[in-house]
């Protein structure tokens, strides 16, 4: 692999470029600035395949799967095991996700909803306490948290349908490292310091994540998972049969039962990982495929985009106030349709096809003044449809065939519910936490969601995870996608635009600060490397602008170009890794 340039830089340092540079002005203040984004931020570069990911080993495992001759899903499969392994704040097997393959061969998409459901026994209410409140702590933090886990299901499903080895060959790097044990990197030793009273208040986590004086393990030491490597053998050894219907469910069970649980043995073994259409827009040249109900990401991504699509972006000026603003008020109309449309699609009747539909958009866009912030109070769901009967974890793989995956999962927070399934070593999701426990009132990441996404037993919550391929005349030209709660959508919205409107190259896509918005609570979300130029321009346009102190999204990203793939991790967060060769 030819590392041309690693853009190893936070935002601190990108702050102190844009002081040092001069592009802290905006745009429509002065006279456009002529920025080389290209030239300051260069990708790594490698010829036959690559995977980018959150985490080092598990992204080089995926690299040497396709150097044995692994296809693309195959390098994705181990590339997620192994992630269980190394990255428990989210990779998992007691999760769920979505996966979007782009097959050369027949130049076919293929998308995976691997979502976990609601357990049989789940209702509406079931988080409210007398008073009406939420019960934050049960909601989040409790075995009731969990909903029944997709992870195996889906990884699996996408390795015996569209991957070339056997389950043995993909897992086994996975095994060896939890038999064997990782050096604990300090991006590992911060995440579990970061979580620690939470992972010690369960003896199973205790035990997993702490030496046995409960001291946590020091950078370079070697922790091993010798129950994980359990699970990991059942797995390898009788596929998805172990994890649903033999002694890994039993043990999910059993803890669910001795801690008022509701997983029971029926859920499990009902359990099925479900293939869908992805949705698909286009964007001038370029055709974006996203992730479908139940994630919202796709359709809110081709939102946008529509409305955007008429406007000259580039004239404006990247991360001028002129394009922030109309970023912004196309934001807001998006998650206001959020709110009220998007659920399960096998519960509700989600109108995809007018959503995104570019005359509705067309339509939106008129509501937008374009000197002028809306306020959030008075944008509704869209009405002129027609009737009809924060912690996740990406990664990107792609090899010189053109073939690509895009896969996004999750145990919802950082380290899930902190519960452990004793003697798996597995941590369990708290993605229950995503259903409308109180439709119209807004859930841990502030979101506003609707009676349509109230809680049901078999349903599966909606989701903003967002993994996205897009195709540049017809051929695979990038891949992406991000974890960060409801942030997801706007991440890998800006990413594309990056990427798509002004001409970036991967690494410049990714580095660039963000802004984000989601309707309610009526403020945008800003990172440092905004203009204080910027910011000033839009506080007159009556937007309220919150600085500092968050990063928006972590984007793993690749993309083909010339034959060559250009990869790059993006650096909000420690750890991420480019492998390829």
Not at 34 to 48: G, H, K, Q, S
Not at 371 to 399: M, R, V
Not at 519 to 532: F, K, Q, T
Request: negative net charge; hydrophobic residues 40%.
């Amino acid at each position: 692999m030819k590392r041309l340039q690693q853009p190893i830089i936070t935002l601190l340092t990108l702050c102190l470029l844009t002081a040092s540079t001069g592009w802290t002005r905006d745009t429509t203040a002065d006279e456009p600035l002529i920025i080389d984004f290209n030239e300051r931020f260069l990708p790594t570069v490698a010829r036959n395949g690559m995977v980018v990911g959150p985490e080092q080993l598990a992204a080089e495992i995926g690299t040497s799967i396709m150097r044995q001759g692994g296809n693309v899903v195959d390098a994705a499969v181990a590339t997620g095991f192994a992630l269980a392994v190394t990255y428990p704040r989210a990779g998992n097997l007691g999760g769920g996700g979505f996966m979007l393959i782009h097959l050369a061969e027949g130049n076919r998409q293929v998308f995976i909803d691997y979502r976990e459901t609601a357990p049989a026994a789940a209702s509406r209410d079931m988080f409210l306490l007398e008073d009406g409140k939420e019960d934050l702590m049960r909601e989040y933090f409790s075995l009731q948290a969990s909903g029944v886990p997709g992870t195996v299901a889906g990884m699996l499903h996408a390795l015996e349908t569209y991957g070339t080895m056997s389950r043995q060959q993909v897992l086994a790097p996975a095994i060896a490292l939890a038999e064997e044990g990782i050096p604990v990197s300090f991006a590992l030793n911060y995440e579990v310091a970061s979580r620690g009273k939470r992972l010690r208040d369960d003896p199973a986590a205790l035990r997993v994540f702490f030496k046995a004086d409960g001291s946590p393990y020091e950078i370079g030491e070697i922790w091993r998972q010798p129950d994980l490597a359990w699970t990991l053998r059942q797995i390898s050894d009788k596929g998805a049969a172990a994890f649903y219907q033999g002694e890994i469910a039993q043990r999910i069970v059993a803890a669910m039962e001795a801690g008022n649980g509701l997983i029971t043995a029926r859920d499990l073994a009902d359990y099925r990982a479900i293939e869908r259409p992805p949705v698909r827009g286009s964007f001038r040249e370029f055709e974006v495929l996203s992730a479908p109900p139940p994630s919202s990401g796709g359709v809110h991504i081709l939102q946008i985009l529509n409305i955007l699509e008429q406007d000259d972006l580039k004239e404006m000026g990247h991360n001028s106030a002129a394009y922030l603003h109309m970023l912004t008020e196309s934001m807001k109309l998006a998650y206001a349709d959020r709110s009220e449309y998007l659920a399960d699609p096998d519960f509700v009747d989600v109108p995809v096809a007018q959503l995104i539909d570019k005359a509705y958009s067309a339509r939106q866009r008129k509501l937008i003044n374009p000197h002028k912030a809306t306020p959030s109070s008075t944008i509704a769901p869209g009405q002129a449809l027609h009737p009809e009967s924060k912690d996740t974890t990406h990664y990107s793989i792609a090899d010189a065939k053109g073939n690509m995956v895009s896969n996004t999962y999750t145990l919802n927070a950082s380290f899930g519910s902190a519960i452990v399934v004793p003697g798996t070593g597995m941590l369990l999701n708290n993605e229950m936490g995503d259903f409308a426990a109180k439709p119209g009132h807004p859930n841990m990441f502030g979101l506003v969601q609707g009676e349509n996404n109230k809680i049901e037993g078999g349903k599966r919550p909606l989701s903003s995870m967002s993994p996205t391929i897009v195709l540049r005349d017809g051929a695979p030209w990038l891949a992406t996608g991000s974890p960060g709660g409801t942030r997801i959508i706007t991440t890998v919205l800006q990413t594309v635009l990056n990427a798509m409107a002004f001409d970036m190259n991967v690494a410049a896509a990714s580095i660039y600060a963000r802004i984000h918005h989601q309707w309610l609570p009526d403020e945008i979300l800003a990172e440092d490397g905004i203009s204080p130029d910027t910011v000033r321009l839009l506080e007159q346009m009556g937007h309220k602008v919150v600085l500092g102190g968050q990063t928006i999204g972590r984007t793993e990203s690749i993309m083909i170009k010339d034959g060559w793939l250009l990869g790059a991790t993006d650096t909000r967060r420690p750890g991420g890794w480019v492998a390829g060769y």
